[in-house]
């Protein structure tokens, strides 16, 4: 085993050794036909549908190089586990599994229609589709939904999954159906269920965009009776187009149709393959091999290609014909620590905006392959974001000297000063991006020390605990933010809301701003989407106005299409392949 | 013997009170003295959203406020009388011995150590049959054959099987003969030896020879430089004078003589294999030992890192105690006590 983790010290260079010598690329079975009725071009699968097919049968092969955090609607926060999850499970509404911008539009799923709001946007109710089931033939009701969410409440037995349930339903003290002790465990409040085809949601606080709650995994319905806690993972009760065939835990499963499952119930999923097999944990450079040779059909991470084979199959024509370069709904971004002085000074902030060479954050990312650069905070997928640059970085984007140090002299500091930037000590883009920073700062004297600290604790211990950021000085934290749903509130909400900051385990590193928590307020009391998402690129001007952050790039994935895919289309609403949607020739 | 058997058992068992001690120490008590509060080590297992409530009453649950001793203290009385664990629907019972729950999946750690074991014993086993084979051979013959276009071509290549890391052996092979030739599977592709011998051996073929590959080379090595060394000994001179055949004089006086050192080597390698192959499960994906302890270290799941510290341990003082035997069945001049 040592000798093993002593040799892992070269595995980078090794292995992108491995993709640019022996593995060439462009042999007989890489090629690039689709070997359906469309011919591979690249991008094909953006904004429109490649290969379209309404062809059932065959066998989808999915590897993931790591391991789903859960099966369990409760308890995943994953994103590709939130796209895939509606094979399976069918929350109140969901995202429209349509190519590009179209994709980030909710339309109802297991209910009748989008919620209807009430009390000012603090009632919501949805009516179910009749004829909906569980996959043992067992009728969905109202109080399964009710049940679902009311399990999902419960954070000791679900850490997982996102919380917005608990921080926005009208709780009154409820924490879970497990320590409830009514006899039917449904005793919140907050949630009535009238009849069994009527849900109720009432929040102790208005929200306009409750929909986005909605489509949460944590509505897909649980049949009490079939609840087993922690183990429920190993068994879900499907109410989507497949079920659980096999399951071997941290190693594979497959999904079956359901036959329990009604088309006529569900016209957002075509269900083209009859199986779909996953291997979990999956080496990551073995698993673009074999998406190349054709062994597999879907990375299901939706994070792209890795390193090494990026730049084999942008160098393959025929590697790059089944390629789709997809912007993803996330910002690689660097956050300014208003605690640690001078950086108290908006001027000492604005200096860094100036001054960052943003040609070189782009670089750090692997160039325009890993993203465009950024200006501002929102993605412009996210619906409605208009981009601006309130900072122009001069013609060729390495920064304005000049205009950042008339910042440094207005906040007193004429000669510049010194402070540190922290980054994930295991990823070396990251630490390319504090270098960079580093030698670009340098040039107008913000001296920048270089602190790496290891991920798994960035946010728990260092970057993301103020106290800590403050005693050891770091001024600047390298991060990056994907929106939970492609909307201004999913965007921005945990990253920029100075309320959300807590002692540890902080989303938002730095941004403590009462005009910024301000205009948020503004943003979610607006009920018409439109003018809302105007409002958030409000928001989003008042964080760069205060020079909380500084935004470097807006991601993108290169991802790869297996010859035997169809149907296949990256969604907005993820910022990866439609799981949904995807067909396989047989 | 019997003595000698019972002190190295007592031995042992303290080797691995300490090293869980010390495990357990470095994911707990590290973090805690360098200012870590309970409720930031659960904010390690709770969703980015968690709120401060949420995850202090995981912190309770997981029993990370509770004082350091007593949390070990209930790790070690699972493994002797089982533990439980709430579900949410019910207490599960989780027999001895008994790792306690992963953090993570919230699954016991025993029945998926067991579960993966099979894995890595097959994968370290079947490498260990060929490097040895492969070494031990190579070596005696670049020995006998100083200088000669064998020893040159062996001798390269043991430096080749040293200096290549498996991850890279590894995934070129996979894209040799997996996925451009076809001539073996995927990566991933393991069956049980139970459901079909055949199949078993052909999925971890290449697992195998990669493995064997990086071991052969450092035991031609070795074997060839004892050898040398030996067949210069004075009794290699008189073994010949008496006339025993060649054959009798290597096999029975220069490579006996050259086999302890060999051995010792060959407990401790395998006893680390047995503990997890990390790089090669990795590489293969071969969900064994090594890749359950890869997977377990980066998302912090002490449980199955404490579970897999303890089984390799466990592993490497059997193969040493083992070792420590053989030597008098292959030295003569070795007894124990």
């Known amino acids: 085993m040592t000798r093993q983790r002593t040799a892992a010290a070269v595995a980078g260079a090794a292995v992108l050794a491995l ?544 010859k035997r895919l169809t149907n296949v289309f990256v969604t907005d609403g993820y910022g990866m392949y439609e799981y949904v949607a995807l067909g396989v020739q047989k | 013997m019997v003595t000698y058997l019972i002190r190295r058992v007592i031995g042992a068992v303290f080797l691995l009170f300490i090293v869980s001690v010390v495990t357990f120490a470095i994911f707990f008590l590290v973090p805690r003295i360098g200012g870590a509060t309970a409720d930031d080590l659960a904010s390690r297992y709770v969703g980015k959203t968690a709120g401060s409530e949420q995850t202090h009453a995981l912190a309770v649950k997981l029993g990370f406020t509770d004082p350091i001793a007593e949390q070990y203290g209930r790790f070690a009385k699972g493994i002797f009388v089982g533990a439980e664990y709430d579900t949410g629907t019910s207490v599960e019972k989780c027999p001895a011995p008994c790792f306690g729950y992963s953090f993570i999946t919230q699954n016991p750690v025993w029945p998926e150590l067991l579960d993966r074991m099979p894995v890595t014993v097959s994968l370290a086993l079947g490498a260990a049959v060929i490097w040895v084979l492969l070494g031990v051979s190579a070596g005696v013959i670049s020995a006998l054959r100083k200088g000669s276009l064998f020893d040159r071509v062996a001798m390269t290549l043991a430096l080749a099987g040293v200096s290549l890391p498996i991850f890279f052996t590894g995934l070129l092979s996979l894209s040799i003969f997996s996925y451009t030739l076809g001539i073996f599977p995927p990566g991933g592709s393991y069956t049980p030896l139970a459901e079909n011998p055949a199949l078993w051996a052909y999925d971890l073929t290449l697992p195998w020879i990669t493995l064997a590959f990086l071991y052969a080379a450092g035991y031609a090595r070795l074997t060839r430089s004892g050898m040398l060394e030996t067949m210069n000994e004075d009794y290699i001179r008189t073994a010949r004078a008496k006339g025993l055949s060649e054959r009798a004089v290597v096999v029975k006086h220069g490579l006996r003589a050259t086999l302890t050192p060999i051995m010792t080597i060959f407990g401790l390698d395998l006893g680390l294999l047995l503990g997890g192959a990390v790089l090669t499960e990795s590489t293969y994906s071969l969900n064994g030992i090594g890749k359950y302890a890869i997977d377990a270290i980066k998302t912090n799941d002490l449980p199955k890192v404490l579970g897999v510290v303890l089984v390799a341990t466990f592993f490497i003082v059997l193969a040493n105690l083992i070792v420590d035997l053989l030597y008098a069945v292959v030295d003569p001049r070795v007894r124990l006590s």
């Open chain 1, 19 to 562: 993709a640019l010598g022996a593995c060439g690329g462009g042999s007989g079975n890489s090629g690039g036909s689709s070997g359906g009725g469309a011919k591979a071009v690249a991008d094909a699968g953006i904004g429109k549908v490649f290969n379209p097919s309404t062809d059932k049968g065959g066998t989808i092969k999915i590897a993931d190089s790591g391991d789903w955090d859960s099966l369990d609607p409760a308890d995943t926060y994953y994103g590709y586990s939130w796209d895939f999850v509606r094979l399976y499970g069918r929350s109140l509404v969901m995202f429209a599994p349509k190519p590009g911008a179209e994709g980030t539009k909710l339309v109802p799923d297991l209910a009748e229609s989008l919620g209807v709001s009430s009390n000012g946007s603090k009632t919501w109710t949805y009516k179910l589709r009749k004829g909906v089931k569980f996959d043992d033939g067992t009728p969905v009701t109202s109080k399964d939904v009710k049940y679902a969410v009311e399990r999902s409440l419960d954070k000791t037995t679900f850490p997982n999954g996102p919380t917005y349930f608990n921080d926005y339903l009208d709780l009154q003290g409820y924490t879970s159906p497990y320590k409830d002790p009514s006899p039917d465990k449904l005793g919140l409040k907050a949630i009535e269920t009238p009849d069994d085809s009527t849900i109720i949601f009432k929040l102790a606080k208005p929200f306009v965009g409750f929909d986005y709650f909605a489509q949460l995994p944590a509505t897909i319905p649980v049949p009490q009776a079939k609840d087993t806690g922690t183990k429920y993972k190993e068994k879900v009760v499907a109410t989507g187009p497949y079920k659980f065939g096999t399951y071997e835990l941290g190693k594979k499963f497959t999904l079956v149709r359901n036959e329990n499952w009604d088309p006529a119930t569900d016209p957002n999923r075509p269900a083209l393959p009859d199986t779909i097999e996953v291997q979990l944990n999956v080496n990551a450079d073995d698993m673009d091999n074999r998406l190349i040779s054709g062994d597999l059909d879907i990375a299901v991470e939706g994070t792209g290609v890795q390193l090494a084979a990026q730049s084999r199959v942008l160098a393959n024509p025929d590697l790059k014909a089944r390629s789709d370069l997809a912007p993803s709904p996330r910002t690689w971004m660097t956050f300014v620590n208003g605690d640690v002085p001078p950086l108290n000074k908006i001027e000492c902030r604005r200096a860094i905006q100036y001054a960052a060479n943003k040609a070189g954050y782009q670089k750090a990312y692997g160039g325009k392959t890993g993203g465009d650069i950024a200006t501002n905070l929102q993605p412009p997928m996210i619906p409605g974001a208009t981009p601006f640059n309130l900072y122009p970085a001069g013609p060729d984007n390495t920064g304005d000297l000049a205009k950042a140090k008339e910042q440094l002299a207005a906040c007193g500091q004429p000669n510049g000063f010194a402070t540190s930037i922290s980054y994930r000590a295991e990823r070396p883009r990251e630490k390319e991006v504090a270098t960079s920073l580093q030698e670009s700062l340098g040039r107008v004297g913000i001296k920048l020390t270089v602190k790496p600290y290891p991920a798994g604790d960035y946010f728990k211990l260092y970057a993301g605990k103020p106290a800590f950021a403050k005693a050891n000085g770091l001024g600047m934290m390298v991060y990056g933010w994907q929106a939970d749903w492609p909307d201004g509130f999913g965007f921005l909400s945990q990253i920029v809301d100075s309320r959300v900051i807590r002692e540890a385990g902080n989303t938002n590193l730095s941004v403590k701003d009462p005009a910024v928590d301000a205009a948020i307020d503004t943003a979610l009391a607006e009920p018409d989407a439109t003018k809302r998402n105007a409002l958030w690129n409000e928001v989003d001007k008042k964080v760069m106005e205060s020079g909380f952050v500084l935004p470097g790039v807006w991601s993108k994935a290169l991802f790869l299409r297996s």
